[in-house]
């Protein structure tokens, strides 16, 4: 059964630090993982990782996968609170020809001023 | 554990037909989300309801109508269908409108011809 496990669910830290992210799946066919932050409505996306070893940047957050250990992280440095949100991570596969899309529960990030 | 339930996963329908699609959240889960996801896309965020009543709306098309049901499962009814419907439909389930985040389940991928 296809899954996507993120950890910690939740996440308190102050403004300044930093806090890493995880994501480990299992899903059939692995085409890529994405991550998303959502903060009041929908999702918003942030990457999407293919390759393994390959870092992601964007600004203050990062991202690599690991295809061989299954797992992926994300990276926020100097976390501000505008950070404070739910990140998702998802993972595309295909199956019997057609794309799905699996998404984790999701860690809620709180940063403090 | 039990997961948000969406059906049916995948549905061909022609230009101007209905569709109906449906979702079973996470059992005491009091509220739902609708997204849409088209190719490339972040998911939209279409409607939502808490306690059987509409709480938010988004972008969702005066086209498609939702309602939740006394079992707290969803229905989005999308009529007129238009080529650009085609997407993948996420409902999103959670506790308390969504204070510990939302639980997605995996999507109803609607192809209009």
């Known amino acids: 059964e296809d899954k996507v496990v993120q950890s910690p669910l939740s996440l308190v830290v102050h403004e300044g630090d930093t806090v890493t992210l995880n994501c480990s799946y299992e899903v059939t066919n692995f085409r890529s993982l994405l991550w998303y932050k959502q903060e009041k409505k929908a999702p918003t996306f942030l990457f999407m990782l293919t390759s393994s070893g390959i870092e992601k940047k964007s600004g203050r957050l990062s991202s690599i996968l690991d295809k061989k250990e299954l797992f992926s992280i994300l990276n926020i440095t100097a976390t501000q609170t505008g950070d404070s949100a739910i990140y998702l991570c998802a993972v595309e596969g295909l199956q019997g020809g057609s794309e799905k899309l699996v998404f984790g529960k999701g860690t809620k990030l709180t940063v403090n001023p | 554990a039990a997961g948000v339930i969406q059906s049916p996963r995948h549905l061909i329908k022609e230009k101007r037909e209905t569709a109906t699609l449906k979702c079973y959240p996470i059992p005491r889960h009091d509220t739902v989300y609708w997204y849409q996801q088209g190719p490339g896309q972040d998911p939209q965020f279409l409607i939502s309801?808490?306690?059987?009543?509409?709480?938010d709306k988004g972008s969702i098309p005066d086209r498609f109508s939702a309602q939740q049901f006394s079992d707290y499962h969803s229905e989005l009814n999308m009529s007129s269908l238009e080529l650009g419907d085609s997407a993948l439909y996420f409902c999103?389930?959670?506790?308390?409108?969504?204070?510990?985040?939302?639980?997605f389940g995996p999507g109803t991928r609607l192809t209009v011809t």
């Open positions: 309801f808490y306690e059987k009543m509409q709480s």
């Open positions: 999103a389930s959670s506790l308390d409108q969504g204070a510990l985040g939302q639980y």
